[in-house]
Nanobody
Framework: QVQLVESGGGLVQTGGSLRLSCAASGSTFSSDTIGWYRQAPGKQREFVALISSTGNTIYADSVGGRFTISRDNAKNTVYLQMNALKPEDTAVYYC?????????????WGQGTQVSVSS
């Protein structure tokens, strides 16, 4: 089972950019569909983007055209490039293997990486 660790969060102004990284360990990474998810204080967890093993991508409507998900299988890493950030993008961001996310949707996903966008 793949283990994933998020990094790259921070505080930016509206309109700024950040790139999140999701470093994976485990022999199945290259064949896994990996997603980014986020949870803002007082709100439900939501889907942001995912990338399949073949590079196909899906985005939430709220981030389409601003965020780009990519993967580098040689580095066992998935990235989330976030541009034109808005205050409503403020949340803790998590990366998860797709099925694990669905199976554990209401579980504690740990620390994640905090993204804060100031207005």
């Amino acid at each position: 089972q793949v283990q994933l660790v998020e990094s790259g969060g921070g505080l930016v102004q509206t309109g700024g950019s950040l790139r999140l990284s999701c470093a994976a360990s485990g022999s199945t990474f290259s064949s896994d569909t990996i997603g980014w998810y986020r949870q803002a204080p007082g709100k439900q967890r939501e889907f942001v983007a995912l990338i399949s093993s073949t590079g196909n991508t899906i985005y939430a409507d709220s981030v389409g055209g601003r965020f780009t998900i990519s993967r580098d299988n040689a580095k066992n890493t998935v990235y989330l490039q976030m541009n034109a950030l808005k205050p409503e993008d403020t949340a803790v961001y998590y990366c998860k293997e797709q099925q694990a996310a669905l199976n554990n949707w209401f579980a504690d996903w740990g620390q994640g990486t905090q993204v804060s966008v100031s207005s």
